[in-house]
């Protein structure tokens, strides 16, 4: 697989993770080490499915933990600022990039059955291919999330 455009959404994200006007969110949504907490347990389950496939296993893929708030706040304790957390999250990505760099054709079209939700709403709730799982990270899923820290940022007086 080629995880060019998955690599580059993640430095987009992490560029704007850094700004250091990053606020609450407005309707009680996610903070911002919230979103990155989101991100590393995305990476590490579906980084841990991808090695599933190439094990000759059949995992499954269920985000549900990921969405988990006490499950969020445990990762962010276990760091030690944001910092850390966001070198985590670019450390985490890199292994999922790195796994799914290696990934054969075969390996990548295994159908994986995967439960989706955001904001506890269904968005998926059938197999898809490996490769779609990964690819979709980078097409949909990092970029939402770099636009929801965006909507983070606090306006500060005579910034334009």
Do not use: K
């Not at 006007?21 to 996610?30: I, Q, R, S, T």
């Not at 990155?36 to 389950?45: E, G, T």
Request: hydrophobic share 50%; with cysteine.
């Amino acid at each position: 697989m080629d995880t060019t455009a998955l690599r580059s959404a993640y430095d987009r994200l992490l560029d704007t993770a850094a700004v250091p006007d990053l606020g609450d969110a407005d309707d009680g949504g996610w903070n911002a080490d919230q979103i990155l907490a989101h991100l590393l347990s995305v990476d590490a389950s579906t980084a841990a499915v991808a090695l599933g496939v190439v094990a000759g296993a059949r995992p499954t893929f269920d985000n549900r933990i990921c969405l988990d708030r006490w499950n969020l706040d445990r990762i962010i304790a276990e760091h030690s600022g944001r910092a850390d957390l966001m070198e985590h999250v670019r450390s985490q990505a890199d292994v999922l990039c790195d796994i799914a760099d290696q990934l054969n054709e075969q390996a990548a079209s295994v159908l994986v059955p995967a439960l989706l939700l955001s904001n506890d709403a269904l968005v998926l709730d059938q197999p898809i291919p490996l490769a779609s799982l990964i690819d979709g990270l980078a097409e949909d899923h990092v970029p939402v999330h770099t636009q929801q820290l965006l909507q983070l940022r606090v306006a500060v007086p005579g910034q334009a």
